[in-house]
């Protein structure tokens, strides 16, 4: 864990203590108020007035996660990144009680309610590569993760919410096949996107309401060894926005960068476009043509507060966020 992630979690929890808020602990080996991060959630007030904390002790938890649509304003806290894991193998296909999941059943960690923080945690889907089998999904309003690690293969992160504005901070996102993918406004900022098969990293299924869709900032991308034909990205719907600026490309990026999902009919929607990127991967020479290079003008418009503005298109969000947690 980084030292300036230690000393920001550390002054958090003391100004919550300070300010006599309440703080739930977690701890699976029984030191805390409950031995399992569901039976916190479930244990939380709905639509509270003020912010909540969850204090998550190292340990693996092993277990299906739900925070709901009514727990709003909650910091979910770990210890360590690598040290506090939440673990579960659905997947798409898989037969639960006599009924086969799809992958909108297949997560691990689903968070749900609006305004919530998520510090240094693991969310991993162990399933394997057996098809779509999801880590991460995200249906709520403002929500940011910092220092925090998403593992699996396909699917691994479901930005599944329409009207949802999600800022990834400082994080590690690993997986094979549209392993982020979904119509949430989403940054991703500063953090390592590693691809672990020949394939596409992103599946964006923007809507036609908004002017922002993935935004990749300052991101490195790494690739396995051995992996060699990685896409930038595909369009789950063909009005599909992902946007790449000042990230570093490993040479395992096809020199076109995009592909259209076999419908000559979305290149004509989408928005793909790059800037500023590095890397031997980052050539645009022969990069499709119908992706864009973005002027200096065109990416001043990529800073947080117009990413996340109340208006983005649209009357759909009732505030402006700049991108972060109270």
């Not at 727990?71 to 770990?78: N, Q, S, T």
Request: aromatic fraction near 12%; hydrophobic fraction near 35%.
């Amino acid at each position: 864990m980084m030292k300036s992630a230690v000393i920001i979690t550390i002054l958090l929890l003391s100004s919550f203590v300070a300010s006599a808020e309440k703080v739930y602990t977690v701890d699976c080996n029984g030191g805390g108020d409950f031995r399992t991060i569901q039976a916190c959630f479930d244990a939380l007030p709905s639509k509270p007035a003020e912010w909540r904390t969850v204090r998550i002790m190292p340990g693996v938890y092993r277990e299906k996660v739900t925070l709901d649509v009514y727990k709003d304003k909650v910091r979910i806290l770990g210890d360590e990144m690598a040290e506090t894991r939440i673990v579960w193998g659905d997947y798409a296909g898989k037969v639960v009680d006599g009924r086969e999941l799809t992958t909108y059943d297949s997560y691990t960690m689903s968070v749900q309610a609006d305004d919530v923080y998520l510090d240094c945690l693991t969310v991993e889907n162990d399933a394997g590569r057996v098809g779509q089998a999801v880590a991460l999904e995200t249906r709520g309003d403002r929500i940011h993760l910092y220092h925090c690690a998403l593992i699996g293969d396909q699917d691994t992160f479901f930005a599944r919410g329409y009207v949802s504005r999600v800022h990834v901070e400082n994080c590690y996102i690993e997986g094979t096949t549209d392993f982020i993918f979904g119509p949430s406004i989403v940054l991703f900022e500063c953090s390592t996107i590693h691809c672990k098969a020949d394939s596409f990293i992103t599946a964006a299924s923007t809507t036609e309401r908004n002017e922002y869709g993935f935004v990749f900032s300052c991101c490195r991308v790494t690739a396995a060894e051995g992996v060699t034909r990685v896409y930038l990205g595909r369009p789950w719907k063909s009005t599909a926005r992902t946007v790449w600026l000042e990230c570093e490309f490993p040479a395992a990026i096809r020199p076109e960068g995009w592909r259209d999902w076999h419908d000559a009919a979305r290149k004509g929607d989408v928005y793909y476009a790059e800037w500023r990127c590095e890397g031997p991967g980052a050539d645009r020479s022969g990069r499709v043509a119908w992706s864009r290079e973005l002027t200096d003008a065109e990416a001043d418009v990529y800073d947080n507060r117009c990413i996340f503005a109340k208006k983005t298109g649209s009357e759909q969000f009732r505030d402006d966020w700049d991108g972060f947690a109270e």
